[in-house]
């Protein structure tokens, strides 16, 4: 029953959000999902994959001390809770590895009334020439990295797409007007269209190639005859680079003390973004402000923060069957969202991977026949 109604809470939002002109939602989503993906977690916390174990401790352990340090230093729970969230996304994750929600014929129906929904609100939004790239749930930053992992999820039931699903996701994808989105999809699309290498290869070198033109461009119509400083992230990679200019090779490995504020030269210049700043110091920002989750988790994290956080979720996809190109694909897909916004740090991140840990694929299928004849011998 969980199934169905996970599913069925994505598409009544997704319906809501047509009725809406000139913005995303008349509901606050992203709280919608954080709900979600909780009561969906109490359904399936009865038991935990043994192999999951270790990574879920570690999890635990890092956030308790964590908590406490920040505790000790007047960290606003707020900011605590963004700055740790994927640890938090990563323990619940835990949970969904090697469980089965979702079967072929009922994941593929909501895949394609979504790709059909987003095409409708995007198109809609064109036309009518709203301000800002569209979005049915929330930024396009965010759910076009949602509807890719659930395509790794569809092509993981027969290891293919169709043609028309492929030309249904790139012209979603390409009408977002999503940078971040058009480079995760030239990643999945090349991960699961090239597979060996003749005289085929060259040929599908060709359509990357093209599809590569359409990232190019993408980039280009968004410069609006700028140079590289208009691009947004590339002031924030600068603020980064100032914020570690006096680093020591240990804050390189663990990252800084726990919620370190920027300096202040930095929350100066982006000043703009004063949303982003401390909930509870006004005139305070932390890394959140830095947009760019890998920049995030190495100045909050360090780099063994980071190798931690995308070795643990393709670990979780391994323990859950996930076939090697479709895990290749999903990481790719998070980790180059996290070049340019919050990439597991968000809920559209963690309901991908839910998706895509829970799906009845032949290999579970097959598994579990054999486990079922075995006991039935035993017996």
């Not at 230093?73 to 090697?98: E, M, N, Q, T, W």
Request: with cysteine; glycine share 6%; hydrophobic share 55%.
């Amino acid at each position: 029953m969980v199934r169905k109604q996970f599913l069925f809470f994505f598409l009544t939002l997704a319906f809501i959000s047509l009725a809406v002109v000139g913005q995303y939602h008349i509901l606050p989503t992203n709280a919608l999902f954080e709900l979600l993906v909780l009561c969906t977690f109490l359904f399936v916390a009865k038991r935990m994959c043994p192999s999951a174990w270790l990574i879920f401790c570690c999890c635990i352990v890092y956030l308790i001390v964590t908590l406490a340090l920040a505790k000790v230093r007047g960290v606003h729970p707020v900011d605590y809770f963004i700055a740790y969230k994927a640890f938090f996304y990563i323990a619940i994750l835990c949970f969904f590895s090697s469980k089965v929600l979702f079967q072929e014929t009922l994941l593929r129906r909501f895949w394609y009334v979504l790709l059909a929904l987003f095409f409708i609100k995007y198109v809609i939004w064109i036309a009518l020439r709203q301000e800002g790239r569209p979005g049915i749930f929330t930024e396009n930053n965010y759910e076009i990295m949602f509807l890719l992992l659930l395509g790794c999820a569809i092509w993981s039931f027969t290891r293919s797409l169709k043609m028309t699903d492929w030309m249904a996701l790139a012209t979603v994808t390409f009408l977002s007007g999503s940078r971040s989105g058009v480079i995760c999809f030239l990643a999945m699309f090349t991960v699961f269209y090239i597979k060996d290498f003749g005289w085929k290869t060259v040929l599908k070198l060709l359509v990357v190639a093209i599809i590569a033109a359409g990232v190019v461009a993408t980039f280009i119509s968004r410069l609006s005859g700028g140079d590289l400083e208009a691009i947004d992230r590339v002031v924030f990679f600068q603020g980064f680079l100032q914020a570690i200019s006096d680093w020591g090779w240990q804050e390189y490995l663990i990252g800084s003390q726990t919620l370190t504020p920027m300096p202040e030269s930095v929350c100066n210049r982006l000043q703009y973004y004063q949303s982003l700043f401390s909930a509870g110091k006004p005139g305070v920002c932390y890394s959140l402000v830095l947009h760019t989750y890998l920049t995030r988790v190495v100045f909050d994290h360090g780099f063994l923060g980071l190798i931690f956080i995308f070795v643990s979720i393709n670990q979780l996809l391994k323990l859950s069957d996930i076939a090697p190109r479709a895990r290749l694909a999903a990481f790719s897909i998070v980790f180059l969202n996290g070049a340019s916004v919050s990439s597991i740090n968000s809920v559209y991140a963690v309901v991908g991977l839910i998706i895509l840990m829970t799906g009845l694929y032949p290999e579970r299928l097959v598994a579990s026949r054999l486990t079922s004849n075995s006991e039935e011998k035993i017996k």
